[in-house]
């Protein structure tokens, strides 16, 4: 149990995706203008992530060794389309403004990593724990981002104003650099709170 | 070279089921999402046609109009709005034109008496804050009742987004090029 708890926590911490990893940024960096589309993007995000994760583990020990690049492949690329599909059918005002990045999941690195480094040597279990651990990494990092960006950049939360009108946004929060420039501040914050944490744990 | 044979034939039965499964997956919610895709595809246009002719009773599709370009200006669809049997009211035409970053999608709508009753951003990747304002009100609403015959020229008669001129100039070129398209093939539908 404790073990489990273990790995769901490192998805968040020590081995988080996207800021200690470093894998996936171009979906955050590119997503992140609005919460919403950030928070969209984190649900698709994480149904290809834990269907993967769940059914590379399950069958894992059916996969010969050559051939285990090709499954991943057809397993995430499967669970993308899918909900690709059910995006454009249930909410496609999501599926205009995510556009691209959800059929760009299947090349998400951070899929096919864990997929590879965790699930495909692992139980189902272990392997929930994961993939959960690795999406709620994944979803913190982009929502703050999002929230971040958003409500600088363009002056609303969840597109509702909320600067008076004399205020002008800072617009370089919505552009390319803006999302650089949370995303460094965010890595040196969460590479302090892992030193703290390690630092703890030796004493 | 026997136990190779063996090997690769398993392999091959492995892959081959591994994708059979995937696709019964795939086809399943194809299956399922198809007719809701559609139906949403619908609604959308509805939506828009609604919106731009509130007063039109039927639509009419001109399958003939679909597909011509006049520059980098394309029609992807042209309807025709009557608001009784052979009363025309107006035309509805959706096209596409290059922007700054992407494609712009556009929908305008042109009464018959030659004036823009409207016009749309449907889809479009310009710069977020910037380029993307031409979805607003403000920009888009100095083209409503504006005269077809008009220049078209940002700067003169079309006021241009603050720091987006690019993209200014490309959707008004955009309707520019359009509404030419449609008048010289209306011309040609009455001779």
Do not use: W
């Not at chain 1, 059929?103 to 692992?122: D, W, Y």
Request: aromatic fraction near 8%; include cysteine.
């Amino acid at each position: 149990m404790n073990n489990l708890k273990q790995i769901f926590l490192r998805g968040i911490f020590q081995d988080n995706p996207v800021l200690i990893l470093m894998i996936g940024l171009c979906s955050v960096l590119a997503v992140s203008v609005t919460t919403i589309n950030a928070i969209g993007m984190t649900a698709a995000y994480s149904f290809v992530l834990i269907g993967s994760e769940l059914t590379i583990s399950a069958i894992r020990n059916f996969i010969p060794k050559t051939l285990r690049i090709p499954i991943f492949i057809i397993v995430i690329g499967a669970f993308t389309t899918i909900i690709q599909l059910l995006v454009k059918a249930y909410s496609p005002s999501l599926d205009k403004s995510l556009g691209i990045f959800i059929p760009l999941i299947v090349v998400n690195c951070i899929i096919i990593g864990r997929v590879e480094a965790f699930s495909s040597k692992n139980n189902l279990i272990a392997s929930l724990a994961d993939s959960l651990g690795m999406s709620v990494g994944y979803g913190l990092v982009i929502v703050s981002i999002a929230f971040i960006r958003e409500l600088l950049g363009s002056g609303t939360i969840f597109g509702i104003p909320v600067y008076p009108p004399f205020i002008k946004p800072m617009l370089i929060f919505v552009l390319p650099p803006g999302a650089f420039f949370i995303i460094g501040i965010e890595i040196a914050i969460l590479n302090a709170i892992n030193k703290k944490l390690s630092r703890n744990k030796g004493q | 070279m026997k136990s190779s044979t063996k090997e690769i034939v398993v392999l091959g039965i492995t892959l081959g089921l591994v994708s059979m499964i995937a696709a019964l997956g795939l086809s399943i919610t194809y299956s399922v999402t198809k007719p809701v895709i559609a139906m949403q595809a619908k609604k959308a246009l509805e939506n828009a046609q609604k919106e731009i002719f509130p007063d039109a009773l039927e639509f009419v599709r001109q399958e003939d109009m679909i597909g011509k370009t006049n520059g980098s200006t394309i029609i992807k669809d042209f309807y025709i709005a009557n608001s009784s049997e052979n009363t025309r009211i107006g035309y509805l035409v959706s096209a596409t034109t290059p922007g700054y970053g992407g494609i712009i999608y556009f929908i305008i709508g042109v009464t018959m008496d030659g004036r823009l009753k409207s016009v749309k951003v449907s889809e479009h990747t310009e710069t977020p804050g910037l380029g993307a304002n031409i979805t607003s009100k403000g920009f888009l609403g100095q083209f409503v009742n504006k005269k077809l015959s008009d220049e078209f020229v940002v700067k003169k008669d079309v006021k241009a987004i603050t720091a987006a001129t690019i993209s200014s100039k490309a959707i008004t070129k955009g309707i520019k090029a359009l509404i030419d398209l449609s008048q010289n093939s209306e011309a040609g539908d009455t001779k």
